[in-house]
């Protein structure tokens, strides 16, 4: 609550907010920590809160889809991160152990994006000379 109003997460209506990234951005970088909405098909009871939470999922990872097409990152992942609710902040280590193969990747796709720039910023300098 702020000045008497209810504020939510901007989140809610541009979760991966590539538009604002991308201004005077060399290398865009995307990291979906949303999940995978279709994992959660697998379980035999929902509970209201489980319909609410696959709902708002569903409705972000649309809105990340188009977010995406307009604006293709240069990086992008999405860490497995389903097995962790979206609000147990405490499980930090648990979710950082999880998704170690993924920051790997993400370093090494990183690594060759930012060595590709390098070069080639190098060669239009070079050609401008």
Not at 3 to 21: F, K, S, W
Not at 111 to 122: C, N
Request: hydrophobic residues 45%; negative net charge; proline residues 5%.
């Amino acid at each position: 609550m702020f000045a008497n109003h209810v504020l939510v997460d901007g989140g809610v209506v541009n979760p991966l907010p590539l538009d604002q990234a991308s201004i005077d951005t060399d290398i865009l970088v995307a990291i979906d920590v949303n999940g995978d909405p279709s994992e959660v098909i697998k379980r035999t009871s929902h509970s209201a809160i489980d319909v609410w939470f696959g709902s708002a999922q569903i409705m972000m990872h649309s809105l990340t889809a188009h977010m995406m097409a307009a604006y293709p990152p240069d990086v992008y992942v999405r860490p497995h991160v389903m097995p962790f609710g979206a609000l147990e902040f405490w499980r930090v280590r648990e979710i950082i152990a999880h998704v170690e193969k993924d920051k790997d990747n993400f370093k090494r796709h990183l690594e060759r994006k930012v060595e590709a720039f390098i070069t080639h910023t190098e060669l239009t300098t070079r050609a401008e000379d």
